[in-house]
């Protein structure tokens, strides 16, 4: 395992390796600054590091050559400081700074695999968008609530896995179902306690979109009083020996997305091939005729509040490895990403939230090669109002929404 500094103590991280002539370089220093940050880390016997940094920023990695052995040195013609790499930490929560020492060459990445390689990151991001954007489209849909609480139906899901793979020791394997049965009965909790008597009350949207906000920002700070203002690792989200060797990708990364597209497909098939499916896309064009046709209206809402929150909790899973990091806030900070998605794809349609959060993740990754990493969530809001003023009911939304 790499020598690693701050992981627990920070929400994002840079790691690296050291390497001389493909073999790997032991007790070699690091030194990483940036935004009056500073901190020391030295390289383990496979060379790795990793290092934990409080925010997403420039910093610079300078490999101290007094810790090289005897009679080697970072030579590079080209580069008056062939020992600093400048680095970014963007959106993904972490980034690399590999040093690759022999005859005088640094390794660097090409163009076209920087490309595929946001490419790969823009796809993983925007499936675990997706199972986010897709629940909270579905309980627009349903009772045309824009529920700003749905960030801690997120990071709800992150919390329990937590709670049971580190805190309880239950394995991950067992730990991620578990959270996942219990962030469904959160969503069916929400809905029993608080939105169906508001409902029966005849509470109007915008009353009760202001009760969402409210609601976000209460549970959102009983989550800091339990768990501090800090980030804490999920089992294997800091292990940089899982590399496949292909863009950059680790067996996790490849994992997660591969579980989002089963779970996107289920959800597919439950829409278009189930009864309560069917039942749900009914109220969903229309909840009065489909209460006059004999269809349980309120069960579906309850339903659907359910399949909601265990897909929100899901994202929240997959969003801690991509981080990665679990923290009190982690579903606030891809809350506006989400809406964007559901709003580009078109309110209250599943398939096109599911199209909006592909285009937001890939247009997330892949701006940061020509536009500073800061600034990728605003790209992703200047797409989303450029369609918007083209299409103004979305990709796949219809021009007016019935009931």
């Not at 801690?152 to 067992?174: C, K, N, R």
């Not at 179902?177 to 029966?200: E, H, M, T």
């Not at 109220?283 to 929100?312: E, K, M, Q, Y």
Request: hydrophobic share 50%.
């Amino acid at each position: 395992m790499a020598d690693e500094v701050g992981l627990d103590e920070y929400d994002f991280r840079i790691f690296g390796i050291v390497e001389l002539a493909d073999e790997p370089l032991e007790d070699v220093r690091l030194v990483i600054t940036g935004g009056g940050f500073e901190v020391e880390v030295e390289t383990d016997a496979e060379g790795r590091w990793a290092v934990g940094v409080p925010e997403k920023t420039d910093y610079n990695v300078t490999l101290d050559e007094e810790s090289l052995p005897e009679g080697i040195a970072v030579i590079d013609e080209e580069d008056e400081t062939p020992n600093v790499r400048e680095v970014t930490v963007g959106q993904s929560g972490s980034t690399v700074a590999n040093f690759f020492i022999g005859q005088g060459e640094r390794n660097t990445t090409s163009y076209i695999d920087q490309v595929l390689d946001r490419i790969f990151n823009g796809l993983n991001f925007g499936l675990l968008l997706a199972l986010a954007a897709i629940g909270l489209s579905l309980i627009f849909g349903t009772t045309g609530l824009s529920n700003f609480a749905h960030a801690e139906l997120i990071t709800f899901g992150a919390l329990m896995t937590l709670l049971f793979s580190v805190f309880l020791d239950v394995p991950i394997w067992l730990a991620i179902p578990i959270a996942l049965v219990l962030s469904g009965a959160f969503g069916w909790l929400n809905d029993a306690a608080l939105w169906k008597p508001l409902r029966r009350k005849g509470v109007g949207l915008v009353p009760m979109m202001i009760v969402s906000i409210g609601l976000s920002l209460a549970v959102r700070y009983v989550y800091q009083y339990f768990i501090g203002g800090g980030t804490s690792q999920l089992p294997g989200a800091t292990d940089t020996t899982g590399s496949i060797g292909l863009f950059g990708l680790t067996w996790v990364d490849v994992a997660s997305m591969a579980l989002s597209v089963v779970v996107l497909l289920g959800v597919a098939f439950f829409l278009l091939r189930t009864r309560i499916g069917k039942a749900t896309r009914a109220v969903s064009d229309n909840p009065a005729l489909a209460a006059a046709s004999g269809i349980d209206v309120d069960r579906v809402i309850r339903i659907v509040w359910v399949l909601a929150s265990v897909l929100a909790g899901l994202s929240g899973i997959l969003w801690a490895y991509f981080r990665p990091g679990v923290s009190w806030d982690m579903g606030f900070q891809i809350l506006l990403l989400t809406f964007a998605a559901v709003t580009l794809g078109g309110l209250g349609t599943a398939f096109g939230a599911l199209v909006g959060a592909l285009v937001v993740g890939m247009f997330v990754e892949i701006s940061t090669l020509w536009i500073p990493s800061d600034m990728k969530y605003v790209g992703a809001l200047v797409i989303l109002i450029i369609v918007l003023l083209i299409r103004p009911q979305g990709i796949l939304g219809r021009k007016e929404r019935i009931g």
